[in-house]
């Protein structure tokens, strides 16, 4: 069982920055794939970015290429999401996942394992 606690989430206004951590509790984190999801209300769960486990692969939707960067570090079993230019489209809770293969968490947008999610309201 591995747990995700995500933090970082906040109200900032559009044009703003900010940036999510997920830390792991499973010392084999750096064996897993990660992902960062968000559902809006009334909207599916979309996957936003995704890692693989060395960092050599990502993956990002179109809506936060460019803005978004998703990055990892091994030795503090932490995941971030740094969010730039921030839209009002972006309001939505985020949740951290890891799937032990990046195909599935990239390609499938499935997970083993959720965090909790972190609110984040982007207001004009």
């Known amino acids: 069982q591995v747990q995700l606690v995500e933090s970082g989430g906040g109200l900032v206004q559009a044009g703003g920055s900010l940036r999510l951590s997920c830390v792991a509790s499973?010392?084999?984190?750096?064996?897993?794939?990660m992902g960062w999801f968000r559902q809006a209300p009334g909207k599916e769960r979309e996957l936003v970015a995704a890692?693989?486990?060395?960092?050599?692969?990502?993956y990002y939707v179109g809506s936060v290429k460019g803005r978004f960067t998703i990055s990892r570090d091994n030795a503090k079993n932490t995941v971030y999401l740094q969010m730039n230019s921030l839209k009002l489209e972006d309001t939505a809770v985020y949740y951290c996942?890891?799937?032990?293969?990046?195909?599935?968490?990239?390609?499938?947008?499935?997970?083993?394992?959720w965090g909790q999610g972190t609110q984040v309201t982007v207001s004009s």
């Open positions: 890692m693989s486990w060395n960092g050599g692969t990502t």
């Open positions: 499973e010392r084999t984190f750096s064996t897993y794939a």
């Open positions: 996942a890891v799937n032990s293969n990046y195909v599935s968490i990239a390609i499938l947008k499935k997970a083993d394992y």
